[in-house]
């Protein structure tokens, strides 16, 4: 169980996640499609995120903490593309659920390189 999301709802989150189903719980959501450049993204680490030409991505209120990559993925799993950012709890808690929807898949989860990151 996560501090800001109950059992059912952290369940919940993860089923959609592996389902690639839209969901929103709280402030935490999912949808099928790429997201609006977020402000804390560096330009070098924005073109990251659009060369993953993400097809669904994960919200903690309006950042997005999480993305699926599958373009050029053919034969290969598809891997989830989780930014190592200091966030506040909530957002930090939110990132947590989706790691482990990630894990409990049996997905990879990659990083940005740090240094793509805005300080």
Do not use: C
Not at 61 to 69: D, F, G, H, K
């Amino acid at each position: 169980m996560t501090m800001g999301l109950g059992r059912k709802s952290t369940e919940l989150v993860h089923q959609r996640m592996a389902a690639r189903r839209p969901f929103r719980r709280g402030n935490v959501w999912g949808s099928v499609g790429p997201a609006d450049k977020p402000e804390w993204l560096t330009p070098e680490a924005w073109e990251v995120y659009l060369d993953d030409e993400p097809t669904y991505t994960v919200f903690s209120y309006e950042t997005p903490i999480a993305w699926l990559v599958t373009r050029g993925r053919e034969g290969l799993a598809p891997f989830w593309r989780v930014p190592g950012l200091r966030h506040s709890l909530s957002t930090a808690d939110h990132q947590r659920t989706a790691m482990r929807g990630a894990d409990k898949a049996g997905e990879e989860v990659r990083d940005l390189p740090s240094v793509m990151l805005a300080r």
